[in-house]
């Protein structure tokens, strides 16, 4: 009779104690899969609803960090301190952007023109005048609403023609070869080019300036406008929010007349302008220390606004703000919509741990338990353990058996555990789900500004709620039964360790 025959009549032939054990460890399973049940279901919830968002990252200013800094300063040394108020540079973006994930970079110069060789397209609004005349001196100068925009990226690529928000319907975007270029090319908005008649190798003219405007006491005689020659034509398909809507009615902002060239198209001409200003008060003001120092001149960094980065995977969005905060520049940081995320993931989170803490209560006082039992009843069991060995049985399959006699005792239970805990953990998650939502105080952060959250997706609580939903997979049924082997195999270390001092000789003799 070898041991595992052993083992199977020990299991029938103390019914009591087995049934004991049996009991033990379903109650054991139940806790257990219960636990892991609301732990994974709320980790599930939040990949859900981060697999939703689109995974978009905007390096900005970090304000709060800043003011945090500036408010431990002494009156003296917050006067100098406002002179290192954080700058977003291309330069610091492009080290930022060195990641095999990305997948898409808008780094987005926008910058609101005139039209000069076309008519833009102006819906009728009540109330508001489009001129506004400035007296200064005795010259007066005429202030028109700009009304074009030119929208340009430093990449060949856009965010907004990968998610639909432009469509290109003839002709294509720009190269890269024609942004380092400086090339002075252009895509059009449908609408504007059937308004105007335009069509693919037609030119259109816009002015930076415009006519009879204040700036041009300082730039003088310089050229502010810009031919672009059209090498594509696009549907602008922008939706504006209910807090933006006023955007559409503003000649400048109406997607009509947002016009996609390259950025450093854009950037070349507000270089030459700024300088022309930078020079002009130079001149004008010599005492003053700003102008005088000419590192303070403008560069095409001054004109970059939007700094947007598309990832490959929502996933792989908080590996990639991780791994780049070594590198990011003092009071910047990187925002991936993480504090509405987490904001509405607290109360998950706050479950998830508490069942993780509970597993592992239960799984250590099981440990304790079923050590405790095993080692009380190896007392009675030394005359059986005596013959084993006189017999010529080795120790380690005396080991075996024991270890098989709890193994099929634990399998058992946690077989009944996982049809009765399949049943409980749906609703006893649900249960506390709904208790911890009541009791957890959600701030509300409606009014806090996220730095261009148009290309964030906009998630609810209740979105990422819908995704909770306790269900006992294979993986959870399978991290069952290898726990219960663990349990087993550690409980039985220190019975183990008795066996090894037993001495048959001893023990049938009654000496032991």
Do not use: C
Not at 169 to 174: A, D, Q, W
């Amino acid at each position: 009779m070898n041991f595992l025959n052993r083992a199977i009549k020990n299991i029938s032939r103390l019914k009591t104690k087995s049934i004991l054990l049996i009991f033990t460890f379903l109650l054991i399973g139940n806790l257990v899969i219960v636990g892991l049940g609301i732990s994974y279901a709320s980790e599930n919830a939040k990949t859900l609803t981060r697999q939703k968002m689109k995974p978009v990252v905007t390096f900005e200013v970090d304000y709060e960090a800043f003011q945090d800094w500036i408010e431990d300063l002494t009156p003296e040394e917050q006067e100098d301190a406002w002179n290192e108020y954080p700058q977003l540079t291309k330069t610091d973006f492009e080290k930022i952007i060195e990641n095999e994930h990305i997948e898409i970079i808008n780094l987005l110069l926008k910058y609101e023109v005139y039209a000069d060789s076309y008519s833009p397209i102006i819906k009728e609004t009540e109330g508001d005048d489009d001129i506004i005349v400035y007296r200064e001196a005795s010259s007066d100068y005429v202030y028109v609403e700009r009304n074009t925009r030119l929208i340009g990226n430093a990449y060949d690529n856009m965010i907004e023609l990968n998610d639909g928000t432009y469509v290109i319907n003839e002709g294509r975007f720009y190269t890269q070869d024609e942004i380092d270029a400086n090339a002075k090319v252009a895509v059009i908005e449908e609408r504007l080019a059937a308004a105007n008649n335009l069509k693919i190798g037609d030119y259109i003219t816009v002015d930076i300036i415009g006519e009879n405007s204040y700036e041009s006491e300082y730039i003088g005689d310089l050229d502010t406008k810009i031919e672009y020659e059209i090498i594509g034509i696009y549907t602008n398909n922008t939706v504006f929010s209910e807090q933006d809507s006023w955007m559409a009615q503003q000649p400048a902002y109406a997607p009509e007349n947002a016009i996609l060239v390259p950025a450093s198209s854009i950037s070349e001409k507000l270089v030459e302008i700024n300088t022309a200003a930078w020079n002009y008060y130079k001149e004008m003001w010599p005492d003053e220390p700003y102008y005088q120092d000419d590192a303070n001149m403008p560069t095409v960094d001054n004109f970059y606004s939007n700094y947007v980065i598309l990832l490959d995977d929502p996933l792989n969005v908080e590996e990639f703000v991780a791994e780049s905060q070594d590198i990011l520049p003092r009071f910047t940081k990187l925002n991936a919509n993480d504090e509405l995320f987490k904001k509405f993931a607290k109360p998950l989170d706050t479950m998830s741990l508490f069942a993780s803490i509970i597993v592992w209560i239960v799984v250590i006082n099981a440990v304790v338990i079923i050590t405790l039992v095993t080692a009380l009843t190896m007392k009675t069991r030394e005359h059986e353990i005596g013959i084993l060995l006189s017999m010529g049985v080795s120790k380690f399959k005396v080991v075996s058996q024991l270890f098989i006699e709890l193994a099929v005792v634990a399998i058992i239970g946690f077989s009944l555990a996982v049809l009765s805990g399949s049943l409980m953990a749906k609703g006893i998650g649900q249960a506390v789900l709904d208790y911890q939502l009541a009791n957890t105080e959600i701030e509300d952060d409606d009014n806090y500004y996220y730095y261009d959250d148009s290309y964030f997706t906009e998630i609810t609580q209740d979105d990422m709620m819908s995704e909770y939903e306790v269900k006992i997979n294979p993986l959870i049924i399978a991290e069952i039964y290898v726990m219960g082997m663990g349990v087993v195999l550690v409980s039985i270390l220190i019975p183990s360790y008795m066996i090894m001092r037993f001495n048959p000789k001893r023990i049938l003799t009654n000496t032991y």
